[in-house]
Each structure stands twice: as structure tokens, then as C-alpha cells.
């Protein structure tokens, strides 16, 4: 493909303008810089690139930019250092940059003539720019720029090198050169005041900058972005350019995009409903099977999904041990409460989860296998029970990225510790903000916590119904619609290490938080009728227990305004 070659020009060449009777006067042109490095994006293999004992290869995914990319393969012994030696003009400046993807990718240049450099990446699972910049000494013309990984790593990735400075006359090198229009620009999950878009890398691209109706309203180094601060139920039209230092491409091709209209997910789900966690495992709970759970029960939470060895991957095994004949049986039990009128969701965590989602590759993996249990299963959605911590920015990603697949459908619910709600600025809390347009329910687990901050600044102990309500004030009062937000309590003095309440407690602060009746000490400012309801863990140890919890907390959260 031709591209456009742009030169700094000191004036304009003599021309004639014969219509205007101007003459421009020539002075000398001075060429810009170029990219002294040859074959830098790996497009003719390892052309002009020397690899240390056949460790370096090239492929064609992941590519930054063309259609191909360096990889490198360290050993025990070898840190898969490919390298090339570019020609460079005494005592001048140049930058030396690379997109690497991988553990411990290192970037440098020796034999500068003055300070060799080098910079380096502990690690990413995207594309990163590495960057740094030299300066040759008087006599240098001649300098080894290079990549390699680290011993005993896993393969690292290397892509549109460049070495930008003024031309060593090593026979032209790579010039720098107007980037291509970008294509294949698409947009991806909008929520009420978001749109995600991606488009296809550009090489030679250093970054893209983003146009909504015509104006720039980003500017990235990557391939995608999310646009923000859009009006809900609104269509955009958007565009997207790449830059580097010779200039901006022209705008891609628009793409329309709109906003979805503000309110929660979970369009299967009672205005009040009960939430319950079901065990796939035996600890001592009354072990059941899913036709075994109570009616009251309007979500019922499959505890846990497990993590894998691909990171934000998820998997499900039934455990034996709840008696199920085969997963054929379990699937039929799922289908027969969601002919009931139930949801069946997947749960993601639990005291021992381990699930880590903080990167776009992570995101989309859980996204991409949350997905394929919902339809292996059946399951309606699924339940975010993260206790060991969350990044908000890739799991809100990876959360819309899901509600795109599933549909308006999805049943997604939360169910956070107390430290994790205190304040907006957590990253649990975040999240909830963030798919605030998909969110089914947060049921805080008001257990196992401690005393904790209310609402009105004051210290609340857990196991009363003050600290149920003024607690809940929180996530009431701080951005949740009251139909997001339900209380988490044990069934049962045994479902918890503290925090039990006897299920009228429960029930007083129902009262409370709908009515503004059965309220202790603390009293919100005003009524939330529309409060979602209540959730338990677990049926099993409800079930233990009798079933006293659903039998009292069923009825009166079915009951609430």
C-alpha cells in the first residue's frame, strides 16, 4: 500500500500562481527524522534481525501492527535477545521504541558512543510501548538496538520497532511515514452512558485519537477505548484516526452507536425477591439438591464457580458429593425453577476465590467463559463474590462485556463484605456504579464484619438492626437505586462466624428501610419501598436449621411495598 511520505520543508519550492501573480522564494529543505531501523515491524520475518541461538520467530498473532511480530523464546540458559545493528549520525538524539507484550520484555541500544540504555516491562498480557532515547557520541556511526525476554520466562512479543532520528545513511532505513486509516472500527457493549469501541491496530501507529459526532474526545495508545458521559437512550456517531510523529491519519469510516436506556438488569426477577446460596459442596449443611429449595427462594446463587489456569477464566465442575446422578439432572433442576419463575445464577468467588480479572485479555475471558456455562447449564447470570479484592475498571469491562452476550435478560448480583461498601471511592463499590445499567442486586454480606460506619458517621455493631439499616443507607444514598440493593445475613448461627440476627431483625429493618417502621435508634431520612430484598447464606444451612429464615424473611420481603 502507497502511503503519503511527509518531509519538514524549511519554505516552499518556486511556484508560479499565475492567477494570483504570487512567487514563493525556495530556501533548503531539511528532511525529518526517519526511522533508522530496517524490517521493524517483522513484515520479511528476521530480515536485517540476528536472534541468540534460534530463539527468536516470527508470528502472525498477536500482532501491534501488519501482519506479523517478533517472538522471542527464552531458555534456562538464554534470554532470546534478537537484535540489529542500524546506522545513526554522530552526536545526534534518537528515540528508540517498541510495542512488547509479555513477562520481563526488556529494550535497549549499546555501542551508543556515550550512555547505552535499556528499559523494560515486568509484564502485560496486552501490547505496551516501551520507550527511551540515546544520544551518540562524536565518532558513533553505528548502534545495536535489541529486545530479549528473561531466563526461564515464558515467550515475549516484539512489534513495530522504531529508532527515530536523522538518517545515518544505512540505505534509508524505515522512514516515518503518515499511519494508514484505521479500519474495522465497531462498537461494543453501550450502557446508558458508555460505549466500548475497538478497531484494527495500524502500523506504525503510536497512538489514535477518538471522535464522537465529529469532535475529539480521547486520545489512546491501544486499539480500543471507552467513550464516556454519554446521555442514556442517545445514538453517537464515532471515528477514530492514528498518529505518530509524522502526523494523523485521516478519520475511518463512522460507526453508529446507542447509548442503552438507564435502569438495572435482571428482567426476570421479582420487585422483591430473595436471594439464596446453594452449596456444590458438603460442609456439614444439610446437603440438597436444587428441587430441594424452598419457594421463597426467588435466586438461587450455585456456589462457586472455579478459577483456571487462563487468567479471568472460569469453569464448573458438580461436586458428587450434592448427589446429583449426572449433570443432565442437575441442568433439569435449573430448568424446572426457572419454570417456576426463579433464576438459577453462577456464583464467582467465596472465601477462597481466586478469580483475578485485571487486565482486557482477563476481561473478556471471563466474560467469554461465564458465557459458555450460562449456556452449557442454563444458568440466567451470575454472581460476583470476589472476597479477596477486584479491579472496577476490568471487571465492570468484563461485566457489560457478558450483558452484551447474555442480553437484557441477565440476572447479575453482588455480594460484597461491609469494608467493601463504605465508601464509593472502593473498588467493590465502583463496580457497582459502573453496571449500575445491568445490576440486578448488591446484597452486602452483613456478617463477619465488625463494627462498621453508618451513614450518619456513626459506629454501628454488627447483629442489630442499626447496623442493617444505617449500613444500607450507604449503598441507598450512594448512588444504588434502592431496587439494587438487599441485606446479606447467615440463616443460621452456624452459616457464619458472627454477625447471626434472628430473622425478625431481618424483618424490622425491612420494615424500616420500605416503611419507616421497626427501625432502632437510627432512622433514614426517608423510605426506599422499592428496596430489592434480602439474600442468605446458604439454603443448606437454612435447611439445617429448618428453614426458619425463608419461612420468616420469604413472606415479608414478598410483602414489601
Given at each position: 500500500m502507497d502511503r503519503a511520505r511527509r518531509w519538514i520543508k524549511g519554505a516552499l519550492a518556486v511556484t508560479a500562481a499565475t492567477a494570483l501573480g504570487v512567487t514563493a522564494l525556495a530556501t533548503t529543505a531539511q528532511a525529518a527524522d526517519i526511522n533508522v531501523a530496517k524490517n521493524a515491524g517483522f513484515e520479511s520475518d528476521l530480515s536485517n534481525w540476528t536472534c541468540s541461538a534460534g530463539t527468536g520467530s516470527v508470528v502472525g498473532s498477536p500482532v501491534h501492527g501488519g501482519a506479523k511480530a517478533l517472538k522471542g523464546t527464552p531458555t534456562a540458559q538464554d534470554t532470546a535477545q534478537c537484535s540489529q545493528a542500524v546506522a545513526v549520525k554522530p552526536n545526534s538524539t534518537y528515540t528508540l521504541s517498541s510495542w512488547v507484550q509479555g513477562s520481563y520484555v526488556y529494550l535497549g541500544a549499546s555501542g551508543t558512543g556515550t550512555t547505552d540504555v535499556s528499559t523494560w516491562t515486568p509484564g502485560s498480557s496486552g501490547w505496551q510501548q516501551l520507550s527511551t532515547t540515546f544520544t551518540t557520541g562524536a565518532n558513533t556511526t553505528s548502534v545495536t538496538v535489541y529486545t530479549h525476554g528473561w531466563y526461564g520466562q515464558s515467550a515475549y512479543y516484539a512489534d513495530d520497532v522504531?529508532?527515530?532520528?536523522?538518517?545515518?545513511?544505512?540505505?534509508?532505513?524505515?522512514?516515518?511515514?503518515?499511519?494508514?486509516?484505521?479500519?474495522?472500527?465497531?462498537?461494543?457493549?453501550?450502557?446508558?452512558?458508555?460505549?466500548?469501541?475497538?478497531?484494527?491496530?495500524?502500523?506504525?501507529?503510536?497512538?489514535?485519537?477518538?471522535?464522537?459526532?465529529?469532535?475529539?474526545?480521547?486520545?489512546?495508545?491501544?486499539?480500543?477505548?471507552?467513550?464516556?458521559?454519554?446521555?442514556?437512550?442517545?445514538?453517537?456517531?464515532?471515528?477514530?484516526?492514528?498518529?505518530?510523529s509524522a502526523g494523523e491519519s485521516a478519520k475511518s469510516a463512522a460507526v453508529t452507536a446507542r447509548t442503552a436506556t438507564s435502569g438495572g438488569g435482571g428482567g426476570t426477577v421479582p420487585k422483591h425477591a430473595v436471594t439464596g446460596y446453594w452449596q456444590n459442596f458438603n460442609n456439614g449443611a444439610t446437603v440438597q439438591k436444587l428441587r430441594d429449595v424452598p419457594s421463597q427462594y426467588d435466586i438461587i446463587a450455585v456456589s462457586f464457580a472455579d478459577a483456571t489456569s487462563t487468567p479471568g477464566q472460569i469453569s464448573f465442575t458438580l461436586d458428587p458429593a450434592v448427589g446429583y446422578a449426572s449433570a443432565a439432572d442437575f441442568k433439569a433442576d435449573i430448568a424446572a425453577k426457572q419454570a417456576a419463575g426463579?433464576?438459577?445464577?453462577?456464583?464467582?468467588?467465596?472465601?477462597?476465590?481466586?478469580?483475578?480479572?485485571?487486565?482486557?485479555?482477563?476481561?473478556?475471558?471471563?466474560?467469554?467463559?461465564?458465557?459458555?456455562?450460562?449456556?452449557?447449564?442454563?444458568?440466567?447470570?451470575?454472581?460476583?463474590?470476589?472476597?479477596?479484592?477486584?479491579?472496577?475498571?476490568?471487571?465492570?469491562?468484563?461485566?457489560?462485556?457478558?450483558?452484551?452476550?447474555?442480553?437484557?435478560?441477565?440476572?447479575?448480583?453482588?455480594?460484597?463484605?461491609?469494608?467493601?461498601?463504605?465508601?464509593?471511592?472502593?473498588?467493590?463499590?465502583?463496580?457497582?456504579?459502573?453496571?449500575?445499567?445491568?445490576?440486578?442486586?448488591?446484597?452486602?454480606?452483613?456478617?463477619?464484619?465488625?463494627?462498621?460506619?453508618?451513614?450518619?458517621?456513626?459506629?454501628?455493631?454488627?447483629?442489630?438492626?442499626?447496623?442493617?439499616?444505617?449500613?444500607?443507607?450507604?449503598?441507598?444514598?450512594?448512588?444504588?437505586?434502592?431496587?439494587?440493593?438487599?441485606?446479606?445475613?447467615?440463616?443460621?448461627?452456624?452459616?457464619?462466624?458472627?454477625?447471626?440476627?434472628d430473622p425478625s431483625v431481618v424483618n424490622n429493618a425491612l420494615d424500616c428501610l420500605t416503611r419507616g417502621t421497626g427501625c432502632g435508634s437510627f432512622k433514614p431520612a426517608k423510605t426506599y419501598p422499592g428496596l430489592r430484598g434480602a439474600m442468605t447464606w446458604s439454603t443448606n444451612w437454612d435447611a439445617t436449621a429448618g428453614n426458619a429464615w425463608s419461612n420468616s424473611v420469604g413472606p415479608k420481603v414478598h410483602s414489601l411495598p
Amino acid at each position: 500500500m502507497d502511503r503519503a511520505r511527509r518531509w519538514i520543508k524549511g519554505a516552499l519550492a518556486v511556484t508560479a500562481a499565475t492567477a494570483l501573480g504570487v512567487t514563493a522564494l525556495a530556501t533548503t529543505a531539511q528532511a525529518a527524522d526517519i526511522n533508522v531501523a530496517k524490517n521493524a515491524g517483522f513484515e520479511s520475518d528476521l530480515s536485517n534481525w540476528t536472534c541468540s541461538a534460534g530463539t527468536g520467530s516470527v508470528v502472525g498473532s498477536p500482532v501491534h501492527g501488519g501482519a506479523k511480530a517478533l517472538k522471542g523464546t527464552p531458555t534456562a540458559q538464554d534470554t532470546a535477545q534478537c537484535s540489529q545493528a542500524v546506522a545513526v549520525k554522530p552526536n545526534s538524539t534518537y528515540t528508540l521504541s517498541s510495542w512488547v507484550q509479555g513477562s520481563y520484555v526488556y529494550l535497549g541500544a549499546s555501542g551508543t558512543g556515550t550512555t547505552d540504555v535499556s528499559t523494560w516491562t515486568p509484564g502485560s498480557s496486552g501490547w505496551q510501548q516501551l520507550s527511551t532515547t540515546f544520544t551518540t557520541g562524536a565518532n558513533t556511526t553505528s548502534v545495536t538496538v535489541y529486545t530479549h525476554g528473561w531466563y526461564g520466562q515464558s515467550a515475549y512479543y516484539a512489534d513495530d520497532v522504531s529508532v527515530l532520528g536523522p538518517d545515518g545513511g544505512g540505505d534509508g532505513g524505515d522512514p516515518v511515514v503518515i499511519p494508514a486509516v484505521p479500519a474495522g472500527l465497531a462498537a461494543g457493549t453501550a450502557t446508558s452512558s458508555s460505549v466500548d469501541l475497538s478497531w484494527n491496530p495500524v502500523s506504525g501507529a503510536t497512538g489514535y485519537n477518538v471522535y464522537r459526532d465529529g469532535s475529539r474526545v480521547a486520545s489512546v495508545s491501544g486499539a480500543s477505548a471507552t467513550v464516556t458521559g454519554l446521555a442514556a437512550a442517545t445514538s453517537y456517531s464515532f471515528q477514530v484516526s492514528a498518529t505518530n510523529s509524522a502526523g494523523e491519519s485521516a478519520k475511518s469510516a463512522a460507526v453508529t452507536a446507542r447509548t442503552a436506556t438507564s435502569g438495572g438488569g435482571g428482567g426476570t426477577v421479582p420487585k422483591h425477591a430473595v436471594t439464596g446460596y446453594w452449596q456444590n459442596f458438603n460442609n456439614g449443611a444439610t446437603v440438597q439438591k436444587l428441587r430441594d429449595v424452598p419457594s421463597q427462594y426467588d435466586i438461587i446463587a450455585v456456589s462457586f464457580a472455579d478459577a483456571t489456569s487462563t487468567p479471568g477464566q472460569i469453569s464448573f465442575t458438580l461436586d458428587p458429593a450434592v448427589g446429583y446422578a449426572s449433570a443432565a439432572d442437575f441442568k433439569a433442576d435449573i430448568a424446572a425453577k426457572q419454570a417456576a419463575g426463579k433464576s438459577v445464577i453462577l456464583s464467582v468467588g467465596g472465601e477462597k476465590g481466586s478469580v483475578s480479572v485485571n487486565s482486557d485479555a482477563s476481561a473478556t475471558a471471563f466474560a467469554d467463559s461465564a458465557y459458555s456455562l450460562m449456556q452449557q447449564y442454563g444458568f440466567d447470570g451470575v454472581d460476583i463474590d470476589l472476597e479477596n479484592g477486584l479491579n472496577s475498571t476490568y471487571m465492570s469491562k468484563a461485566l457489560h462485556q457478558l450483558s452484551a452476550k447474555a442480553g437484557a435478560k441477565l440476572v447479575l448480583t453482588m455480594a460484597p463484605q461491609t469494608i467493601d461498601m463504605q465508601s464509593t471511592s472502593g473498588e467493590y463499590f465502583k463496580t457497582a456504579l459502573n453496571v449500575k445499567d445491568i445490576l440486578t442486586v448488591v446484597n452486602m454480606q452483613y456478617y463477619n464484619s465488625g463494627s462498621m460506619l453508618g451513614c450518619d458517621g456513626k459506629v454501628y455493631s454488627q447483629g442489630s438492626v442499626d447496623f442493617l439499616t444505617a449500613l444500607a443507607c450507604i449503598q441507598l444514598e450512594g448512588g444504588l437505586d434502592p431496587s439494587q440493593v438487599g441485606l446479606g445475613v447467615p440463616a443460621s448461627t452456624r452459616g457464619a462466624g458472627s454477625g447471626y440476627v434472628d430473622p425478625s431483625v431481618v424483618n424490622n429493618a425491612l420494615d424500616c428501610l420500605t416503611r419507616g417502621t421497626g427501625c432502632g435508634s437510627f432512622k433514614p431520612a426517608k423510605t426506599y419501598p422499592g428496596l430489592r430484598g434480602a439474600m442468605t447464606w446458604s439454603t443448606n444451612w437454612d435447611a439445617t436449621a429448618g428453614n426458619a429464615w425463608s419461612n420468616s424473611v420469604g413472606p415479608k420481603v414478598h410483602s414489601l411495598p
